[in-house]
């Protein structure tokens, strides 16, 4: 196809078009991220019954130095707090996982002893599979909300769409014309 001046002026409209496309679904991404949406659909709901906790405020306990979170109801964890949730419930902001009754029930790793919530290992190393790992409150008994997969991947297709025929219709607005490669197979002889 020949580079004219209509080809170049459709290459103008296509970058444009696109380029405002693919602005729409950063800045969508980005308020997404930044007003918390994203992370309340990963901590949605409570996958058993216990407190939810906010483990980013109580990283340095040991049995030594036991972390006390004072048991409150609240729709938001601000500091050193636990609310208590059951299985199914929506989990309050900036919670990031869940103590389970049953793990308080062993009374190794927390405890309740009136209104406060004492955690002795915040965290643990276990070994399944011939692999070590870090075991800690985050991101256990939670449920994530299940659309919020297919909103990712629908993300990440428009973007991927918006920003590849932006790509195009700026070559075209250059006047440049990539030759796609021919990839042929030689029907010569086998190596053996």
């Not at 929506?90 to 793990?103: F, K, M």
């Not at 297709?157 to 590849?164: N, P, T, Y």
Request: one cysteine or more.
């Amino acid at each position: 196809m020949p580079d004219t001046p209509s080809t170049r002026k459709r290459g103008i409209v296509k970058f444009t078009f696109w380029a405002i496309i693919a602005a729409c679904v950063t800045i969508a991404t980005v308020r997404s991220y930044t007003s918390g949406q994203m992370v309340a659909w990963f901590y949605h709901r409570a996958a058993e019954s216990g407190y939810a906790i906010n483990v980013n405020t109580f990283k340095q306990a040991s049995k030594d130095n036991p972390a006390l979170l004072r048991i409150v109801g609240a729709a938001e964890i601000d500091g050193p707090v636990a609310v208590r949730v059951r299985k199914g419930d929506l989990l309050p902001r900036n919670a990031n996982g869940v103590i389970s009754d049953q793990t308080l029930a062993e009374g190794k790793r927390a405890l309740v002893t009136g209104s406060t919530l004492r955690v002795l290992v915040p965290w643990e190393i276990k070994e399944a599979k011939g692999f070590k790992f870090k075991d800690s409150f985050q991101h256990k008994g939670i449920e994530t909300w299940p659309w919020s997969g297919v909103w990712n991947v629908l993300i990440v297709l428009l973007l991927g769409i918006s920003l590849g025929l932006m790509a195009e219709g700026f070559t075209d607005m250059l006047g440049i014309r990539i030759e796609k490669i021919q990839h042929h197979h030689s029907q010569g002889a086998r190596r053996v």
